[in-house]
């Protein structure tokens, strides 16, 4: 059964910093791609960062340069640095871990798993 847990989010005024951690059980954790997703009231969910199994990042545009992502394979978590944080940035934080696989049977398939989420609230 695949658990993924976050934690460190919190309430922080504006120009503040936040790290989130996720830790990851049940799964091959160096083969996903991990990744930090956010929703706010309203909006769709979306892409904050990610880091491929070989550690290369993407970030989304509203957080380049203010955020990092890191993992440590040995320790099975992700986490998420966030500097410089705005009011926009309030939003519930999901943990998220992708792998597409070919089985020996030459099917592809995708594997997609959630965390609970994390509420970050930034105060102006």
């Known amino acids: 059964q695949v658990q993924l847990t976050e934690s460190g989010g919190g309430l922080v005024q504006a120009g503040g910093s936040l790290r989130l951690s996720c830790a990851a059980s049940g799964l091959t954790f160096s083969t996903y791609r991990m990744g930090w997703f956010r929703q706010a009231p309203g909006n769709e969910r979306e892409l904050v960062a990610a880091i491929t199994r070989s550690g290369n990042t993407h970030f989304g545009d509203d957080v380049k340069g203010r955020f990092t992502i890191s993992r440590d394979n040995a320790k099975n978590t992700v986490a998420l640095q966030m500097n410089s944080l705005k009011p926009e940035d309030t939003a519930v934080y999901y943990c998220?871990?992708?792998?597409?696989?070919?089985?020996?049977?030459?099917?592809?398939?995708?594997?997609?798993?959630w965390g609970q989420g994390t509420q970050v609230t930034v105060s102006s």
């Open positions: 998220n871990a992708y792998v597409v696989v070919v089985t020996s049977a030459d099917e592809v398939k995708d594997f997609d798993y």
